[in-house]
């Protein structure tokens, strides 16, 4: 049992899922966020946890932590389910990464043959066996390749019963309670400030996605070089006719346009996601919403009847190399857990695994080595 006292900045996935494993292995876990917990980036995602399908080139360590994520996740979320009693979704519905035209298919082709290389299970389809697996995926669609191995969760779901997780182990939470600055005694950490209020702690975990470099009081050499990317999804409401067996997945190459649709357990379909440079703007645009729904439109051609249920805008916290940033700093006692961009559901589990190890343990596991801030040569 550990006795520490750690402050969590930030209550998305990230921040609540470490302040569950802390506050289970005995620590004095405070949890603060500027508002609710798990309604910005978390709750926009789409939930996928697809690291095959995402395999992009030159990323390979990420690769590595996106596969190790995947084999963590099963029992981190049956854990999770077991003391909560929530139900967050878990499916193992594969990918279907699917193209129309010429461009599209040698695209596709090359991600294929680069798959392949790195021994991932991946299989190549016509688009006759595409529609077998998938039978709403439009006629136009001339090729796919399938990713059994890619599943999805309920991130939504999943947030709240990472909240109800930290309660129920003791730990604290304040929403609505922005931290205004970080305090440091030198170069260790002491506490945070919110409002007029000190809070004292051993340990600080700077987990506010895509704001975690503005906290003030963060020397430069700890600021991690994260910046919002703004993503637009739609809900879709499905019927009894309509409802897809598999997530699919369109990057239309002509105008740089990726779109997934994603079935989920409430009968929602989720469609996802612009990618863009526009600062802290959370608007949803209407040529946002124009480029998806053409897109999608494209490979699901049903989904035109279907009812709009929602659409939002959240702020993917996206790191200089797209990657995240985790573990120590050359503050002592400030810990990273930020920047996980396009991916932090996935790494939610790992992160708060690998997190928890640096803080009880104290020592930095393999597994997260190449992703400390210390590569940025701040
Ligand atoms: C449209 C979209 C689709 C996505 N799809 C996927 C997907 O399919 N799979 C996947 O793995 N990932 C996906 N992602 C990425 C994933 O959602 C993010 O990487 C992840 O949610 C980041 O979690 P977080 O906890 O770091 O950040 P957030 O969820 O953004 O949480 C940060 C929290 O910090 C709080 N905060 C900020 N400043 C302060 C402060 N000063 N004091 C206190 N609190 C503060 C905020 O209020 C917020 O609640 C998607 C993202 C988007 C936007």
Known sequence: MSHKRVLIIGGGAIGLAIGWRLARAGCSVALFDRGRVGCSASWASAGMLSPLSEAQFEEEDLLHLGLKAMEVYPDFVGELEAETGCCVGYRRDGVLLVGITQDDLEYLKFRYRYQRELGLPVTYLSGAEARSKEPHLSAQVSAAVWCPGDHQVDNRRLVMALKRGVEA?????????????????????????????????????????????????????????????????????????????????????????????????????????????????????????????????EVVPG?????????????????????????????????????????????????????????????????IRPFGIDRFGL
């Open 303 to 367: 989904i035109y009847d279907l009812r709009v249920v929602e659409s939002m805008a959240g702020l993917r916290p996206g790191s200089r190399d797209d990657a995240p940033i985790l573990g120590k700093t050359p503050v002592e006692g400030l810990i990273m857990a930020t920047g996980h961009y396009r991916k932090g559901i996935l790494l939610t589990p790992l992160t708060a695994l690998t997190i928890a190890e640096v803080i009880l343990e104290g020592r930095t596991p393999e597994i």
């Open 169 to 297: 182990a003791g730990g604290e939470i304040f929403e609505d309670a922005a931290v205004d600055e970080l305090l440091i005694d030198g170069m260790r950490v002491i506490g945070v400030r919110v409002g007029e209020k000190v809070h004292k702690g051993d340990t600080v975990v700077l987990a506010s996605g895509c704001w975690s470099r503005l906290m003030p009081g963060l020397p430069d050499s700890a600021k991690p070089p994260v910046r919002p990317v703004r993503g637009q999804v739609a809900r879709l409401g499905t019927t009894r006719e309509f409802a897809l067996n598999t997530i699919v997945w369109y990057s239309r190459v002509a105008t740089s346009t990726v779109a997934y649709l994603v079935p989920k357990g409430d009968g929602t379909l989720v469609l996802g996601a612009t990618s863009e440079e526009m600062g802290f703007d959370e608007d949803v645009t209407a040529g946002g919403m124009f480029e998806l729904l053409r897109a999608a439109w």
